[in-house]
């Protein structure tokens, strides 16, 4: 095991501070006073580039964001480079940090046969999004895409058929199955298919699907329609679970999917359907989404919380469009909410804006990462990217029991920006390994990152909690920010407790992994890499236990991995 590493922070003073209770909506709203916090931090290494992938000869190259239960096991999707001009490794891997990062293991890879039902001899091809884990059990759920795992003939035709391209694999009885695939509309597989559609199939599964209860995955799917002329599709999405109950051949059982919320569903409140859900976060037999009319500009919709029991379930608000900003003024309201929601079963953390006033950036194409997407970003954007972003915008944490929502964080008083902005989906052209989101066209995607926990001090049963999000200082210049500094940061609330820096990029690398040493080209002597890139994901804290991943220095000329640390006794509400 990797001997762990002390790192003291210095105070960070995020502004004036005061306590303001007003209502919002008929919830008690907390606003919390941020306070200057002096805090020490153990970090451990869960894997960094000196480890080999496992039955591989190369080392790991890059992280994804992590995610971990009560119990530190951390699951977490990273690649190799290629090496010898073959594909690179990639897949899911856990490592037990209760045992030891030597406990590292793969869930599924390349060279992993994908799970029944399979008659192919299929292999996985690639993981195309973050994986995540149940917060009291070692149940982990990923997306993986392959090649047809499936071949067969339907009756009076002569030709073979082959189908099911990507799905849902977890291992709630230890062996990896099939938990959700795009074979709902092959011959004995109707299990698999859309609810309520007569046997229409899933075309595909985007983002991170949750998973919960042992047994239970959560998830977005997509899906076409027959529309009313001949030939013509119309496009659904929805939010799904279904329950687990036998590792059989028949993929956990033969129980169907189960709806939450689609584009056929009309938003709480109003007459209006959804047009868009996000990908469900779920824990303790609830599940939470972000659902709006129309995603780009919404006029309707919130975040809404589902229990996962019966049909025609009931949402329940926790944040909508046109809702009350809480620590605002009156008739000051959300006119954007997140899709990246964070859910421990009892608090709910996620990102709003309000009002007309915005910044303008101009994104330009990144220079590392897959070539071919790169040069495609290039050909679409030649002078870059425009996009207006919302000046006033915050972080919050809704109690479901208390019903009352906690101000975390807001800009421009503490930071500049809580939005991140990435270039990523699928060109023709690009090695399938090398694509996130890859049942979708590359394109400008935004996100927000956050991660609640109720137990870290060890009760979900009261009102304190802590979260973990990823934010941004810096002055826009020129449409774009002149030297911003992004930083993970911990708050425990609500009320007047304290607010952490935890990492922030540009800082000495070696406060968190002491291997993070690169060699200076003019002299030749050691010396210590900058932390370059960090990430958080809605999974990433559990318990006392907080997973990131980080990169120091260039990606051909630097270091990387990820880390896991313990919420410090001095953060602890006595």
């Not at 480079?81 to 209760?98: D, L, Q, R, W, Y």
């Not at 028949?250 to 959804?274: H, N, R, W, Y």
Request: aromatic residues 10%; proline residues 7%; contains cysteine.
């Amino acid at each position: 095991m990797r001997a762990t590493h002390n790192r003291v922070l210095f105070p960070y003073l995020l502004g004036i501070l005061f306590l303001v209770t007003c209502p919002a909506g008929g919830q008690e709203v907390l606003t919390p006073s941020p306070i200057v916090s002096t805090v020490n931090f153990n970090w451990q290494v869960v894997v960094n580039n000196s480890d080999y992938v496992p039955n591989d000869s190369r080392t790991f190259n890059s992280y994804n964001e992590p995610s971990i239960n009560v119990n530190q096991l951390v699951v977490f999707r990273a690649r190799s480079k290629g090496g010898s001009g073959g594909e690179p490794a990639h897949g899911i891997f856990t490592v037990n940090m209760a045992m030891g990062s030597s406990s590292l293991m793969t869930i599924f890879d390349r060279k992993r046969p994908v799970p029944k039902p399979n008659d192919l001899d299929t292999t996985f091809t690639e993981p195309p999004s973050f994986p995540r884990i149940d917060m009291f059990t070692d149940t982990i759920a990923s997306r993986g895409n392959h090649q047809p795992v499936l071949s067969y003939t339907l009756t009076g035709v002569l030709s073979e058929s082959r189908a099911g391209t990507t799905g849902i694999y977890t291992n709630p009885m230890g062996t990896l199955i099939t938990g959700a695939s795009n074979l709902g509309a092959t011959p004995g597989f109707g299990y698999f298919a859309v609810p309520g559609t007569n046997g229409i199939k899933f075309d595909v599964f985007p983002g991170a699907p949750s998973v919960t209860d042992g047994n239970t995955i959560v998830f977005k799917g997509n899906y076409s329609m027959p529309g009313p002329s001949n030939g013509e599709t119309i496009s659904k999405t929805g939010a799904y679970f279904r329950i687990l109950t036998a590792p059989t051949e028949t993929a956990g059982g033969t129980s169907g999917v189960t709806m939450i919320a689609d584009t056929d569903t009309l938003i709480p409140g109003t007459k209006t359907k959804f047009g868009s859900v996000s990908p469900p976060s779920a824990a303790e037999g609830w599940a939470v989404f972000s659902g709006f009319d129309n995603e780009d500009h919404p006029t309707a919709g919130g975040i809404y919380m589902a229990p996962l029991q019966g049909r025609n379930l009931r949402l329940r608000s926790v944040a909508r469009i046109g809702g009350p900003v809480p620590g605002e003024k009156k008739g000051t309201v959300f006119n954007k909410l997140g899709e990246g929601v964070s859910f421990d079963g009892r608090f709910v953390a996620f990102w709003g804006a309000w009002g007309d006033e915005t910044k303008t950036l101009i994104l330009q194409c990144p220079q590392e990462g897959n070539k071919v997407r790169n040069e495609y970003c290039q050909e679409q954007h030649k002078s870059g990217f425009e996009t207006k972003v919302s000046v006033n915008q915050g972080i919050f944490v809704y109690d479901t029991v208390a019903e009352q929502t906690t101000v975390v964080a807001k800009s421009p008083t503490s930071f500049a920006d809580f939005v991140y902005w990435k270039f990523s989906g699928y060109v023709p052209g690009m090695g399938m390994g090398e694509s996130e989101d890859s049942s979708e066209p590359a394109r400008w995607r935004s996100g927000t990152f956050v991660a609640v926990s109720g137990l870290a001090d060890g009760d979900l049963n009261d009102i304190t909690f802590h979260i973990a999000y990823k934010a941004r200082a810096g002055q826009v210049v020129d449409g774009a920010y002149a030297n911003p500094v992004d930083g993970i940061y911990l708050y425990a609330g609500p009320g007047n407790l304290a607010t952490a820096t935890v990492v922030t990029t540009g800082m000495d690398g070696t406060l968190i992994d002491p291997d993070a040493v690169g060699i200076d080209e003019g002299t030749g002597a050691s010396m210590p890499l900058p932390i370059t890139k960090l990430g958080i994901e809605r999974d990433g804290f559990r318990g006392r236990s907080l997973v990131i991943n980080v990169a120091m220095g260039s990606e051909d000329a630097g270091w990387a991995g990820i880390y896991m640390t313990e919420v410090p006794d001095g953060m602890m509400k006595e």
